[in-house]
């Protein structure tokens, strides 16, 4: 026999597999026996009425734990399992642009599989920190309060904290559709399943959806598919942002991801600590968000959006990922029952490359729109209530004469282009 038959021959022949059976279903948690698998592992489980995947996550008393991902009805003791040998992956390539994907990576808008796609890790190791290029130069997102008073630079990583209905999400779209990006990746945690098309179709329009990817987890699906599709957002950010792309990465929510954490964490037994959170979510956290920003390769500008429950930015999975972000935008809900929009609080918004970015003439007017929002905002109960005496404190009676022009410098309709925005603060704060 020839040498190429005998390399088809072994081509041909299945590998030896080790398959286990299902013993235990306790709760979201499977326990099944299955020599030599590693966690992070893909497996595949096979009952005669149903059949899914799921992900080793530990080990006990010789048993190995599993999560399914996807739906568990229909498996029972005594199903085969068998590992995959190989961790997720996820299929990238040019031919993503435009789709929709679920939390696996998989199509889920109706279209043919995209074709010409190659296998890509999902988990991936941070880029190296001395690998990483600089934040050098400004990327500006279309929201006039961002752009001038926390401006935002290429590849940088920002957060945007808010509760539940202040705006977030129309404020994420005019994002999508007003910066200038090679290509969009937005991951939808956590949604209700009616806001997917509504997002896709009303926040993205069809020009952002041109040059966007969409990984979508609903709020109804497993804990780990919801966990997975932040990590398959982000893989298929990276790949595109090693391509030497300018990348625009958007999440929505961090508080939901670190929620299906906590599902995680605790069927597979780990012990609560922080309101409930284990030990995992918070170790999780830096292990995704660092994996954007800048590379020696191309550019990934990430924003992430955290709900914070009750209006509390000490919630501690806010407080947590405010420390590893470049920088916090917080959207208040005052500000947005007084109709502005969007209900950016400038001074609770902080960049921290913003002074990497901008000229000196720009920072000067920044600092001098704060110093008078913030002398205003120190003494408005008193000014509303007509308590205030003209001339106790000259920078407060300017910020009442510059109050009208600050505050239409920071209100901006929807789709309304932010204009030239050093004459504007130029304007507002010097008349």
Known sequence: MSGAALLDAARSVRPFRVTGRVELVRGLLLEATLPGARVGEVATITDARAQVLAEVVGFAGGRVQLLPLGSAAGLGEGAEVACRGES??????????????DGLGRPMDGAPPPTGLQPWPVDRPCPKPFRR???EVPLPLGIRAIDGLCTV??????GLFAGAGVGKSSLLGQMVRQTRADVTVVALVGERGRELRE???????????????????????PALVRLRAGFVATAIAE????????????????TRLARAQREVGLAA???????????????????????TGNSERGYCTALYTCLIAGDDLNDPIADEVRGILDGHVVLDRR?????????????????????????????????????????????????????????????????????????????????????????????????
């Open 88 to 101: 997720l992956t996820v299929g990238v390539g040019p031919g993503l642009i435009g789709r929709v994907l």
């Open 153 to 158: 630079g290429r590849g940088q990583r920002l």
């Open 335 to 431: 500000i947005a029952e007084r109709g502005r929009w969007p209900a950016v609080d400038v001074l609770a918004s902080l960049s921290r490359v913003m002074s990497q970015v901008t000229t000196e003439e720009h920072r000067k007017l920044a600092l001098r729109f704060r110093a008078l929002l913030a002398a205003y905002e120190q003494r408005r109960d008193l000014i509303l209530l007509g308590a205030y005496a003209p001339g106790t404190d000259p920078l407060t009676d300017e910020a009442i004469a510059r109050q009208p022009a600050l505050e239409a410098f920071l209100a901006q309709g929807r789709d309304e282009p932010p204009g030239a925005l050093l004459e504007r603060m130029r304007e507002a704060v010097e008349g």
């Open 269 to 291: 037994g780990e012990p609560p600590a922080r309101q409930g959170y284990p030990p995992s979510a918070f170790s999780m956290l830096p292990r995704l968000l660092e994996r």
């Open 199 to 221: 997002f896709v179709e009303d926040a993205l329009g069809p020009q952002g959806r041109k040059r966007a990817v969409v990984v979508c987890a609903t709020s109804d699906e």
């Open 239 to 254: 790949w595109f942002r090693d391509q030497g792309g300018n990348v625009l990465f958007l999440l929505d929510s961090v």
């Open 133 to 135: 290029a600089r934040v």
